[in-house]
């Protein structure tokens, strides 16, 4: 077949079109496809001078690695000890680290520097975790190591990425809080540490879990743990033991006050207050119409009003009738807010109401007055008779309703409009419940056979679920039975505090005080309730170990 000009013309370009997308396609460079992923840090190939230099007399360091990587935080994560007047300067070229020391070192001394985690690499940033590199201006290098465990005082289980700080005694009351330390490490997967290069002397030591990375313990919500007394150190040491707890703050303070969406007054605290409550000193006859509402740890209040004709107010809180603080909110005097009147129901997340137990409503807001005309429940398809009461308390928001309920029937509760009305006189939308008694079968028995190492003193034993939630805690001093009757199915643990002050509860520890907390013990076995189940476990409780 023989081709006219104008085709031999649109095949050439089209030959040619083809040969360019080759070319093209073969010059690409496309990132590698599957294999296993870089999980490997930077690994030191050459320093200069080297690693544990004696004698050292250089103004630069070189430390090259065997691939590219990056600097993470190095203000934060760098330090050197003993600290110089002025700061190195750590720059990277390409696979190098270049470190310009600009201080005059100091004689017959032992230098560290520790770099944290502040080397990653480029692509998976998988850091070199406490790499430190060491020298001596003199013909000895500080060789002491101090090892030990982080411990959870919560969980009692081994704390990983916990920093643990090195202060001498002289550096501690001027930086513990304040600075970064320079000497410090971060514990294992198994929260062990290791603080290598040492020399003796007084030291004061801490664990230190953080909430943002700065080494600097200024978070009431950071967990903490220190050494009672502070450490000679002479030789070795192998055996520091910390526990890390959440500290309670030695004063009490406001977290967040505001008014809420519907106009209630709200405080949150850093702490529980103990037999909490508040007066309105401004304006004048608001604090005889309040309704206050403490929450169950007294760590956040809610305070309502009827009267909202006013641009600001003034309340005094109380700790035991004495005199904590005083505070004010400001708003609008017309400022109005949006209420809507919602329901809770003491139900499953399956709709069922526990066996043996009566039906909770929890309301959003105070109620002043409500109607058992327009609240109908019915068993089947059948209207019953009920009772509603309101619970006991400063505050109207919670009701009980009471009925002999039957294991195999299904409820619906019909709450009509207006049924409810609120302290501000709004009444609430219909609201309909569907709802039916739980089996026996989902549910289990549990007896915990519990013994004391030592019946003069007093232990709190608590029940805690999956989700390491308090159930329930029991205070004992002697070998006793504990029932549990009626509880989901699922999967428990026992913790038990060692109660040395006999209050009831856990105390926490204090620095200021040099007070450690509380000590606690999880017992190893988690227990498994199964459906329709009585259990029997028998917990004895360990002699308690003292840690200083």
């Known amino acids: 077949m023989t081709l006219n000009k104008k085709g031999w013309f649109f ?86 680290l270049v470190i310009t020391l600009k201080d005059t070192l100091l004689k017959n001394t032992t230098y560290v520097i520790n770099f944290g985690k502040a080397i990653g690499d480029v692509n998976e940033n998988n850091i070199l975790k406490n790499f430190t590199y060491v020298f001596s201006t003199g013909s000895h290098i500080d060789s002491l190591t101090m090892s030990g465990t982080v411990t959870n005082n919560d969980t009692q289980q081994k704390e990983k ?43 004061k030591i801490y664990a230190l879990k953080e909430q943002a990375p700065n080494k600097i313990y200024d978070n009431d919500n950071e967990l903490i743990g220190f050494s009672t007394k502070p450490i000679k150190f002479t030789h070795d040491t192998s055996t ?58 007294g760590d956040s209040v809610v305070v309502y009003s009827k009267n909202m004709d006013f641009d600001s107010v003034r309340f005094a809180f109380y700790s035991n009738n004495k005199p904590l603080d005083t505070t004010y909110l400001r708003k ?68 009980t309703m009471k009925y002999r309920w039957k294991p195999k029937a299904v409820y619906q509760l019909t709450i009509e409009d207006g049924a409810f009305t609120t302290i501000y006189g709004d009444k609430n939308k219909r609201q309909y419940k569907k709802f039916n008694i739980g089996k026996p079968e989902n549910f289990s028995n549990l007896t915990l056979s519990v013994s004391v190492p030592d019946s003069a003193k007093m232990y709190v034993v608590q029940l805690l679920n999956e989700q390491n939630i308090v159930l329930r805690s029991d205070v004992i001093t002697k070998k006793t039975k504990i029932a549990y009757n009626n509880f989901y ?60």
């Open 11 to 96: 095949h050439k370009k089209y030959l040619f079109l083809m040969l360019v997308l080759l070319v093209l396609g073969c010059a690409v460079q496309q990132k590698p496809q599957g294999g296993p992923r870089d999980r490997n840090p930077p690994k030191l190939l050459k320093a200069t001078p080297p690693n544990l230099t004696h004698n050292f007399a250089a103004k630069e360091i070189r430390l090259e690695f065997d691939e590219y990587f990056k600097l993470n935080n190095p203000f934060q994560e760098i330090t050197v000890f003993p600290a110089p007047d002025k700061n190195p300067d750590f720059k990277t070229r390409t696979k190098t």
């Open 161 to 203: 990425e916990a920093t643990v700080m090195l202060f001498t005694l002289k550096q501690d009351s001027m930086l513990f809080g304040k600075k970064k330390p320079s000497i410090y490490t971060t514990t294992d997967s198994a929260g062990n540490f290791r603080l290598s290069n040492l020399k003796e002397g007084v030291y």
């Open 240 to 297: 520091i033991n910390l526990r890390i707890f959440k500290q309670e703050p030695a004063k009490i303070r406001f977290v967040e006050k505001k008014f809420t969406l519907d106009g209630a007054m709200s405080f949150f605290f850093n702490k529980p207050i103990e037999k909490p409550s508040v007066k309105i000193l401004y304006p004048k006859g608001l604090d005889e119409q309040k309704l206050v509402d403490f929450n169950k740890t």
């Open 332 to 399: 609008q005097r017309k400022e109005s807010f949006t209420r809507t009147l919602g329901f809770r129901y003491g139900l499953s997340v399956m709709n069922e109401l526990k066996p043996g137990t009566d039906l909770h409503l929890y309301t959003s807001l105070p109620i002043d007055s409500f109607d058992p005309s327009l609240i109908t429940l019915k068993e089947d398809s059948t209207v019953v008779n009920y009772t509603l009461v309101k619970d006991t308390g400063a505050v109207s928001k919670n009701f």
């Open 489 to 548: 199915v699922g999967k428990f643990t026992v913790r038990v505090v060692y109660d040395d002050n006999k209050n009831g509860k856990w105390d926490s520890g204090s620095i200021k005080e040099l007070r450690q907390p509380e000590n606690m013990w999880v017992n190893p076995k988690v227990i498994t309730l199964r459906p329709n189940w009585d259990s029997e476990e028998t917990v004895d409780i360990p002699k308690e170990v003292i840690v200083h």
